[in-house]
């Protein structure tokens, strides 16, 4: 499905589909836009291509652009910040975030209320005791910590519950001593 719109008279250009030059087309309105000296320009960039190209000398994909060193001749300063340096500095950004990614939908909770429910538990048990923190949500030993909770995050008197279960059910401690009359 490849549809192309293209609004030369100031507007915004779309391209979708496969090998159709969407990022040459994009580093190229960037170029044009970076020569406003006083426009920042901000590029959001999940793959990784405009950061690439901001290095000196670099320049990626089948028609290489350094777009880097175009903006440093137009005197405008590349600064590529990664996602691991973007710090959530509140819970409630991060629940946001969590919601409108597919980390639920690949778990088969579809429905919105379910996803935001599921968001609210969640991001509640990371904030209560779990030792969690935002600025170690990047962390892979904190995804597999809240991926292990799948079926609901850990209860702190689980195991002593569980313990307790099992020595009444072979008899010992039973959980009331009849007495009284007829004991």
Not at 13 to 40: C, D, E, F, N, T
Not at 120 to 138: F, N, R, V, Y
Request: proline share 5%; with cysteine; charged share 30%.
């Amino acid at each position: 499905m490849a549809a192309r719109r293209l609004d030369l008279g100031g507007g915004v250009g779309h391209q979708v589909g496969r090998a159709r030059g969407k990022s040459v087309l994009a580093k190229m309105i960037l170029l044009a836009y970076a020569r406003y000296p006083k426009m920042a320009l901000l590029v959001i960039d999940p793959q990784g291509e405009f950061a690439r190209d901001m290095e000196k000398g670099g320049g990626s994909g089948e028609f290489t652009l350094p777009v880097g060193d175009v903006l440093r001749k137009q005197d405008k300063a590349p600064f590529v910040m990664t996602v691991r340096k973007l710090v959530l500095h509140r819970w409630d950004l991060f629940r946001q975030i969590l919601a409108e990614s597919r980390f639920f939908r690949e778990l088969q909770i579809m429905t919105q209320n379910k996803v935001d429910l599921a968001c609210d538990q969640l991001t509640e048990a990371m904030k209560k005791g779990s030792g969690i923190t935002l600025a170690s949500l990047h962390e892979k030993t904190v995804f597999d910590k809240v991926w292990q909770w799948r079926r609901g995050p850990p209860r702190p008197h689980a195991r002593r519950a569980r313990a307790r279960s099992s020595r009444e059910r072979r008899g010992r401690d039973p959980p009331c001593a009849a007495s009284g009359a007829g004991a």
